[in-house]
T-cell receptor, first 117, second 107 residues
Framework: GAVVSQHPSRVICKSGTSVKIECRSLDFQATTMFWYRQFPKQSLMLMATSNEGSKATYEQGVEKDKFLINHASLTLSTLTVTSAHPEDSSFYIC?????????????FGPGTRLTVT | SQQGEEDPQALSIQEGENATMNCSYKTSINNLQWYRQNSGRGLVHLILIRSNEREKHSGRLRVTLDTSKKSSSLLITASRAADTASYFCATSPKYIFGTGTRLKVLA
């Protein structure tokens, strides 16, 4: 299957700072990328969907000014958590799919564990 | 909001037994996918079933889909300790995940 990478895999930051997480599709062109967050022992919650070159579509309850998403190319999307607070500590997972694939399959990154102190 | 609901939320079985978990969803779908997640790790795609398919097999996995009932089931046959993980269903086009089933296979 296709490969999606995330960087960093773990990050610890101080409250009030901003953190950028990168999501890359390594061997295919991702026309759509998704960002999820997951709290311990819970399911993945979709935060936003982004299409290359256009603004991200955020799910209800997700603050777009706090979670900045940029999908500047067909292989890279970034999520920036601005002015992070301890309650933003979570596991953030991205996934990518291609509208050129008839299966609409999503390929997931390995996740980034964010801890805000 | 969650699209899918998995049932049961937790399942504990002996190695060699079969494990069945169910997923129900609310809206029309293009396809439904099952994923596995080991504790604190990323997701592993297991199987995709399209809305016009009723059953699909992959190794020890068997997935069924009933669009009239908006439900799917995942059967893992001859389970192994390594199958211990959380299992999620996700529906497209919007890829909303269900609540997950935590499977524990005892050696």
């Amino acid at each position: 299957g296709a490969v999606v990478s995330q960087h960093p895999s773990r990050v610890i930051c101080k409250s009030g700072t901003s953190v950028k997480i990168e999501c890359r599709s390594l061997d295919f062109q991702a026309t759509t990328m998704f960002w999820y967050r997951q709290f311990p022992k819970q399911s993945l919650m979709l935060m936003a969907t982004s299409n290359e070159g256009s603004k991200a579509t955020y799910e209800q309850g997700v603050e777009k000014d706090k979670f900045l998403i940029n999908h500047a190319s067909l292989t890279l999307s970034t999520l920036t958590v601005t002015s992070a607070h301890p309650e933003d500590s979570s596991f953030y997972i991205c996934s990518a799919s291609s509208d050129r694939s008839s299966s609409y399959e999503q390929y997931f990154g390995p996740g980034t564990r964010l801890t805000v102190t | 909001s969650q699209q899918g609901e998995e049932d049961p939320q937790a399942l504990s079985i002996q190695e060699g037994e079969n494990a069945t978990m169910n997923c129900s969803y609310k809206t029309s779908i293009n396809n439904l996918q099952w994923y596995r997640q080991n504790s604190g790790r990323g997701l592993v795609h297991l199987i995709l079933i399209r809305s016009n398919e009723r059953e699909k097999h992959s190794g020890r996995l068997r997935v069924t889909l009933d669009t009239s009932k908006k439900s799917s089931s995942l059967l893992i046959t001859a389970s192994r300790a390594a199958d211990t993980a959380s299992y999620f269903c996700a529906t497209s086009p919007k890829y909303i995940f269900g609540t997950g089933t935590r499977l524990k296979v005892l050696a």
